[in-house]
Nanobody, 115 residues
Framework: QVQLVESGGGLVQAGGSLRLSCASSGSIPRINAMGWYRQAPGRQRELVAA???????NYADSVKGRFTISRDNAKNTVYLQMNSLKPEDTAKYYC?????????WGQGTQVTVSS
């Protein structure tokens, strides 16, 4: 069973930056999209950013201009660079990798932004 492992979360002051990484324990065939989601307490999980196999990116309006999703295919890793962090970005961040058969999820990494 392939597992996704997120890292890079932590506590940061407002205005600071973090870089999240998501690696796979094994190879996932024919990935067509990878993305980052987040879930704050009492709220639904929401899409933060996604990138397709063709390199097309998509961002939530709330993070446009501040967050950047990227990938390293050789390392099977997807990244989320988060700049100008705000307290409302506080959430648990999850990585997802998808192919036509299955969605693979990580266990999440906590991001806490203090004001």
């Amino acid at each position: 069973q392939v597992q996704l492992v997120e890292s890079g979360g932590g506590l940061v002051q407002a205005g600071g930056s973090l870089r999240l990484s998501c690696a796979s324990s094994g190879s996932i065939p024919r990935i067509n999209a990878m993305g980052w989601y987040r879930q704050a307490p009492g709220r639904q999980r929401e899409l933060v950013a996604a990138i397709t196999s063709g390199g097309t990116t998509n961002y939530a309006d709330s993070v446009k201009g501040r967050f950047t999703i990227s990938r390293d295919n050789a390392k099977n890793t997807v990244y989320l660079q988060m700049n100008s962090l705000k307290p409302e970005d506080t959430a648990k961040y999850y990585c997802k990798k998808s192919n036509e058969w299955y969605d693979y999820w990580g266990q999440g990494t906590q991001v806490t932004v203090s004001s």
